[in-house]
């Protein structure tokens, strides 16, 4: 077979459109949601090379318009789980054997199409799905996903190149294999890249994978199933199953050749599969490896040289943006009082200003938060905050769910910062300010650091670099992505790799190399040249 050494061109992060009103770019993206809007989908799951319909049908519905149905997903059971379980192991010596430059090919492929022909598609079926507007959608599931794409199959080519040294007469070689078995990937509905990252980085190092989305993410997962097919991936390399998480965990975990998990999800979740996986370690051929990114409660703390505006707006866009459905979204804020009036007044302003409604009409910073049961959940937080002592209702708190699940952006000033809302996970758009004395900066770090049992995202704003590097050493483990005079949300690929320690997950770091080591497994190659022919070392001379 001809060889050589192959270079994938060098990525750059994906350029956001700014679909401003008169262009082109907008009007495609509106004409594409209301086509997809107007038509209903069957949703099969992909199960090797067939298209796998059952009895049982599930509803897709609109966040923002609940009784709007988009189509029906077929919900599998155990047969489907172990039938893709099959198809994975069943290629998987044809799909590890492929060179590693056509694999990158196929993945390459996929980000092109993605930019170009299918940019509409996806980011439409994201605002449909997960109710995401058109900003929102485009820097998730167009670019954020190109990116993965890109940057992984260069992070795959210099992966490849961490070479040993070779001593006189000896050449050592170290080579990557895919691990030893099958993979698990749980994602979540919050971001279409991540439900697209977690099968895909795996799969282009040359492992299988059985895929199970989030059920309100089954819609775009349609469209990344769609461009992996017509990017060339072979059938069985990724299966896509829509099956009940405890019933698909019964047979996985379960399985002698399960060899990892990549989840994105809650924190219970991740901690109770972890111990399932350890109860199960002697059925495993390997040790299967765990990498998880969980919840978090990220924090945005001022010095009292902060500029207010900068704070301000910080927060409005770090806290509200996706109704703050993200796992880095700002919601616990420690604001020095001598510019909480100002940050107070130049927040409220804001959310004045701020329309909230369906991401059809591009006007809407604010849409609807994903389901009933998160509808109910962060409305219970918000009811209980309303009536608690020494709570002070800054903004918002109104909540509707008679067409859509939409909550007001929801600002709390707290007395005590250990109050409910300023340490538990809310996952939605309610954000908690507890103001301290301007002169109790160092005292305030040592809360922030201690209050939350996650460390995903921080941000500190100040003008004063002394404050600055405190704030960094003091909350080094308070956070895996730390911010200075910005939100902490929107990592970008290649640029700030994502993850968090803690609760928040084992911090192998999506978006970087270090991510991709963890889907192999290195085997170490010594050969020598001339071997010796006497047993006896000079030392016995």
Same mark, same amino acid.
Not at 45 to 72: N, R, S, W, Y
Not at 276 to 299: H, M, Q, S, W
Not at 441 to 467: M, N, Q
């Given at each position: 077979?001809?060889?050589?050494?192959?270079?994938?061109?060098?990525?750059?992060?994906?350029?956001?459109?700014?679909?401003?009103?008169?262009?082109?770019?907008?009007?495609?993206? &509106?004409?594409?949601?209301?086509?997809?809007?107007?038509?209903?989908?069957?949703?099969?799951?992909?199960?090797?090379?067939?298209?796998?319909?059952?009895?049982?049908?599930?509803?897709?519905?609109?966040?923002?318009?609940?009784?709007?149905? &988009?189509?029906?997903?077929?919900?599998?059971?155990?047969?489907?789980?172990?039938? @893709?379980?099959?198809?994975?192991?069943?290629?998987?010596?044809?799909?590890?054997?492929?060179?590693?430059?056509?694999?990158?090919?196929?993945?390459?492929?996929?980000?092109? #199409?993605?930019?170009?022909?299918?940019?509409?598609?996806?980011?439409?079926? *994201?605002?449909?799905?997960?109710?995401?507007?058109?900003?929102?959608?485009?820097?998730?599931?167009?670019?954020?996903?190109?990116?993965?794409?890109?940057?992984?199959?260069?992070? +795959?080519?210099?992966?490849?190149?961490?070479?040993?040294?070779?001593?006189?007469?000896?050449?050592?070689?170290?080579?990557?294999?895919?691990?030893?078995?099958? &993979?698990?990937?749980?994602?979540?509905?919050?971001?279409?890249?991540?439900?697209?990252? #977690?099968?895909? @980085?795996?799969?282009?190092?040359?492992? !299988?994978?059985?895929?199970?989305?989030?059920?309100?993410?089954?819609?775009?997962?349609?469209?990344?199933?769609?461009?992996?097919?017509?990017?060339?991936?072979?059938?069985?390399?990724?299966?896509?199953?829509?099956?009940?998480?405890?019933?698909?965990?019964?047979?996985?975990?379960?399985?002698?050749?399960?060899?990892?998990?990549?989840?994105?999800?809650?924190?219970?979740?991740?901690? =109770?599969?972890?111990? *399932?996986?350890?109860?199960?370690?002697?059925?495993?051929?390997?040790?299967?490896? %765990?990498?998880?990114?969980?919840?978090?409660?990220?924090?945005?703390?001022?010095?009292?040289? =902060?500029? @207010?505006?900068?704070? =301000?707006?910080?927060?409005?866009?770090?806290?509200?943006?996706?109704?703050?459905?993200?796992?880095?979204?700002?919601?616990? /804020?420690? %604001?020095?009082?001598?510019?909480?009036?100002?940050?107070?007044?130049?927040?409220?302003?804001?959310?004045?200003?701020?329309?909230?409604?369906?991401?059809?009409?591009?006007?809407?910073?604010?849409?609807?938060? %994903?389901?009933?049961? /998160?509808?109910?959940?962060?409305?219970?937080?918000?009811?209980?905050?309303?009536?608690?002592?020494?709570?002070?209702?800054?903004?918002?708190?109104?909540?509707?769910?008679?067409?859509?699940?939409?909550?007001?952006?929801?600002?709390?000033?707290?007395?005590?910062?250990?109050?409910?809302?300023?340490?538990?996970? %809310?996952?939605?758009?309610? &954000?908690?300010?507890?103001?301290?004395?301007?002169?109790?900066?160092?005292?305030?770090?040592?809360?922030?650091?201690?209050?939350?049992?996650? =460390?995903?995202?921080?941000?500190?704003?100040?003008?004063?670099?002394?404050?600055?590097?405190?704030?960094?050493?003091?909350?080094?483990?308070?956070?895996?992505?730390?911010?200075?005079?910005?939100?902490?949300?929107?990592?970008?690929?290649?640029?700030?790799?994502?993850?968090?320690?803690?609760?928040?997950?084992?911090?192998?770091?999506?978006?970087?190399? +270090?991510?991709?080591?963890?889907?192999?497994?290195?085997? !170490?190659?010594?050969?020598?040249?001339?071997?010796?022919?006497?047993?006896?070392?000079?030392?016995?001379?």
């Amino acid at each position: 077979m001809p060889k050589g050494n192959f270079f994938v061109p060098d990525p750059i992060n994906e350029p956001i459109l700014s679909y401003a009103p008169g262009t082109q770019d907008r009007e495609d993206l &509106l004409a594409k949601y209301k086509e997809m809007y107007a038509q209903q989908i069957e949703a099969p799951m992909f199960i090797g090379g067939k298209e796998v319909h059952t009895d049982k049908k599930i509803a897709m519905t609109c966040p923002h318009d609940h009784q709007h149905v &988009l189509g029906h997903f077929s919900e599998g059971d155990a047969s489907h789980v172990n039938e @893709a379980i099959d198809a994975a192991l069943a290629v998987k010596e044809a799909w590890e054997k492929m060179t590693w430059e056509n694999r990158a090919s196929i993945f390459l492929k996929a980000a092109d #199409l993605l930019a170009g022909p299918y940019r509409t598609k996806i980011n439409a079926a *994201t605002m449909l799905g997960q109710g995401k507007n058109v900003h929102q959608a485009e820097i998730d599931a167009a670019c954020e996903f190109i990116d993965f794409l890109r940057f992984n199959a260069s992070f +795959m080519q210099e992966l490849y190149m961490q070479q040993p040294i070779s001593s006189e007469g000896v050449w050592n070689r170290m080579e990557y294999r895919p691990l030893e078995g099958f &993979l698990f990937a749980i994602t979540p509905f919050n971001f279409t890249a991540i439900a697209g990252n #977690l099968p895909a @980085a795996p799969a282009m190092l040359g492992n !299988t994978v059985v895929w199970k989305p989030s059920y309100t993410q089954v819609y775009s997962a349609q469209v990344i199933m769609e461009v992996l097919k017509k990017a060339g991936l072979p059938d069985g390399v990724i299966n896509l199953i829509y099956v009940d998480g405890p019933v698909a965990g019964e047979v996985i975990f379960k399985h002698p050749d399960f060899a990892g998990l990549h989840f994105t999800g809650s924190t219970g979740v991740f901690k =109770a599969l972890w111990k *399932t996986i350890g109860a199960n370690l002697d059925r495993y051929k390997t040790y299967p490896r %765990i990498v998880g990114e969980t919840g978090g409660k990220d924090f945005v703390v001022a010095h009292k040289s =902060a500029d @207010a505006k900068e704070v =301000a707006t910080g927060l409005v866009r770090g806290s509200f943006e996706f109704q703050g459905q993200k796992c880095s979204a700002a919601s616990r /804020a420690y %604001i020095p009082s001598n510019i909480w009036e100002d940050v107070k007044k130049y927040m409220v302003e804001d959310l004045k200003s701020i329309k909230m409604g369906s991401p059809e009409d591009p006007s809407n910073f604010v849409n609807a938060v %994903i389901d009933g049961v /998160a509808f109910k959940k962060i409305s219970a937080y918000i009811d209980e905050a309303k009536s608690a002592k020494d709570v002070e209702l800054v903004a918002g708190g109104n909540y509707d769910d008679s067409k859509g699940w939409f909550i007001e952006p929801t600002v709390f000033e707290a007395k005590d910062p250990m109050y409910k809302t300023m340490c538990e996970e %809310i996952f939605g758009p309610v &954000l908690t300010v507890h103001v301290y004395d301007e002169n109790k900066f160092e005292e305030i770090l040592d809360i922030v650091d201690a209050t939350s049992p996650y =460390a995903l995202t921080g941000a500190i704003f100040s003008k004063d670099r002394y404050a600055v590097d405190i704030a960094t050493y003091k909350l080094r483990n308070a956070a895996g992505n730390f911010y200075i005079n910005d939100k902490p949300t929107g990592a970008v690929v290649g640029q700030q790799p994502f993850g968090g320690a803690r609760g928040s997950g084992t911090n192998d770091k999506a978006g970087a190399m +270090m991510n991709l080591m963890r889907w192999v497994s290195a085997r !170490t190659i010594k050969e020598t040249f001339v071997s010796p022919t006497d047993y006896r070392y000079p030392f016995l001379g």
